[in-house]
């Protein structure tokens, strides 16, 4: 049986529930745990279109490298994309999702 971090289940489900008014607990406790499940199949999508691309260096997206500090060298075209599972949504939705090389950033000055 697969283990889940359900303290970071939880913590997402609290978030969800404070920034969505609309919903009940019950749906964004639903909502974590969809994001949860589509966790791991969004890292097999990532590493597979990663070596189908032919990538080696460290990737991330555009807000990830943002949130890390760095920001997307203007004009550079993404490496690689793929269909991610959008859990938090809550019906099973996609997204393209494109990503960018390390040397494709530079440090926020």
Known sequence: MKKFDLRRIMLKAWELFRKMDVLSFAECLHRAWLSAKAAEINEKRILAAKMAAGVTEKTATWS?????????I??????????LIWGSKGDGATYKARFFGESQVQAIA
């Open 74 to 83: 203007h004009g550079s075209k993404a490496l690689f994309g793929c269909n």
């Open 64 to 72: 990830d490298w943002k949130k890390a500090g760095y920001e997307v």
